[in-house]
């Protein structure tokens, strides 16, 4: 719960009020912590470009 906070990824009232879920998101936190790819669904029924998640992981 703390980093769906954190990230501010929270659902808050999803289907039932007072029930909060975290977004479908993709964060990668590089070395140094800092955050090198982010994507946050704008649905709860999308998914991330995993070819553009894994090319960024790849990337030197």
Same mark, same amino acid.
């Given at each position: 719960?703390?980093?769906?906070?954190?990230?501010?990824?929270?659902?808050?009232?999803?289907?039932?009020?007072?029930?909060?879920?975290?977004?479908?998101?993709?964060?990668?936190? $590089?070395? +140094? &912590?800092?955050? &090198?790819?982010?994507?946050? /669904? +704008?649905? @709860? &029924?999308? $998914? @991330? +470009?995993? $070819? /553009?998640?894994? /090319?960024?992981?790849?990337?030197?």
């Amino acid at each position: 719960r703390s980093a769906v906070s954190a990230y501010g990824i929270a659902l808050d009232d999803f289907v039932i009020q007072g029930y909060t879920v975290a977004q479908r998101a993709v964060f990668v936190v $590089e070395a +140094d &912590g800092s955050i &090198g790819f982010a994507w946050v /669904a +704008d649905n @709860p &029924g999308q $998914e @991330p +470009d995993y $070819e /553009a998640v894994l /090319a960024h992981c790849q990337s030197p």
